[in-house]
């Protein structure tokens, strides 16, 4: 079943871009984002966006609430499911709320989801399994195709939510009357190359899995970005962290400077995520700051950068959302890649179960 791949990971990371193919599939014309699912009566009177979601979800969130505030202008917040449903939160009822989970059976979230219905808030759940029970719970739901994911660490799971997302971002944008048709069209236009972006090469793999070796022993990882990177640096760390048992965190990049740089040394790996197309200089300047403060840094980048020890080259891309897909199959690999070095079951981490159905 493992087609020849070393773990269900390895192959849900290559089946990347033919289910991402698969959550394009029939949502996409020339000037528009089709869901059939939806209703639009479901935006009517909708100031804010509210999503809430765990784990690797929750990234996807997070990344979500800079395309619906940049793209639909629609204001976004986003929350952890465990943290919401205790803090009584205020809910108003022109907040459309969200949940998005790939088994549908999470169950801080789905009591989240439970919440927002009973304080009378429309509610849309973005999910990989038909007919859980918060495709059920939900006003309306949009389906990622992702397929079964069998890894407990996600990977296909997030690439098709931050797809979905991206979709739903320029729908809402339309039905907004927020950007223009001409931007909406090359926006499209960008959705459709999102496939290619994923495409694991050979050679990007060769280079991974030699250079994982450099990353196995030292005090921790800091994985860092800025705005929509900066969710994708937070993803990149769980996925080292649970199946490596690595200690990593995630970081804006500019926050280095508040605190944590205080760690900078050979002993700490700074994965460094520098998109060409989204804040380049002021990212680069960061990283120097690491880098002069002698830590061990892997940048990933289309450009070539030499103050890193490392360096991984991903393709020149038209637009930063694309550069955002070909970063996040360099962080998986690498995961995946330091963890098998280790010597460690990728597939079955430690104290983790696939879907958290109790609190
Ligand atoms: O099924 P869900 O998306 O609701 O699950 C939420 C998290 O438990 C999940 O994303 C978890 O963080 C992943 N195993 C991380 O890889």
């Not at 990971?9 to 996409?28: A, H, P, W």
């Amino acid at each position: 079943q493992k087609d020849g791949y070393r773990f269900f990971m390895e192959k849900e990371i290559y089946e990347q871009s033919d289910v991402i193919s698969d959550t394009l599939l029939g949502r996409l014309s020339d000037d528009e984002i089709i869901f059939e699912e939806l209703d639009t009566k479901l935006f009517d009177g909708i100031n804010e966006i509210k999503l809430c979601a765990c784990g690797t979800s929750y990234h996807s969130a997070l990344s979500a609430s800079y395309m619906f505030e940049r793209y639909s202008k629609v204001r976004c917040s986003v929350e952890i499911a465990s943290e919401f449903r205790y803090r009584q939160p205020i809910m108003n009822k022109d907040t459309l709320f969200v949940v998005i989970s790939q088994s549908g059976e999470t169950a801080d979230t789905l009591e989240t989801l439970k919440m927002a219905k009973k304080a009378g808030l429309k509610t849309l759940v973005i999910c990989n399994v038909d007919n859980s029970s918060m495709v059920r719970e939900a006003n309306a739901s949009i389906l990622t195709r992702a397929g079964i994911e069998k890894g407990v660490a996600s990977t296909k799971a997030f690439a098709t939510q931050v797809t979905v997302f991206w979709m739903l971002s320029l729908y809402v944008a339309k039905l907004k009357n927020s950007m223009n048709t001409q931007e909406l069209k090359h926006q499209i236009n960008l959705l459709r190359e999102i496939p290619l972006s994923v495409k694991v090469t050979d050679e990007m793999h060769e280079r991974i899995k030699r250079l994982s070796k450099r990353y196995l022993h030292g005090h921790g990882f800091f994985f860092i970005g800025r705005d929509i990177f900066y969710p994708l640096a937070l993803e990149g760390a769980l996925k080292l962290k649970e199946i490596s048992y690595l200690h990593a965190e995630g970081y804006p990049s500019g926050e280095m400077k508040h605190g944590p740089i205080a760690l900078a040394d050979p002993e700490l790996f700074t994965i460094a995520l520098l998109p060409q197309h989204l804040l380049y200089e002021k990212s680069k300047s960061n990283v120097e700051e690491l880098s002069a403060r002698d830590s061990t840094i892997c940048a990933i980048s289309a450009l070539e950068f030499d103050k890193a020890d490392d360096f991984i080259q991903i393709n020149q891309c038209k637009d930063y959302m694309l550069e955002f897909f070909e970063m996040m199959i360099v962080v998986q690999l690498l995961s995946l890649e330091v963890s098998i070095r280790l010597g460690n079951d990728v597939d079955m981490p430690r104290n983790l179960a696939k879907s958290v159905t109790v609190e």
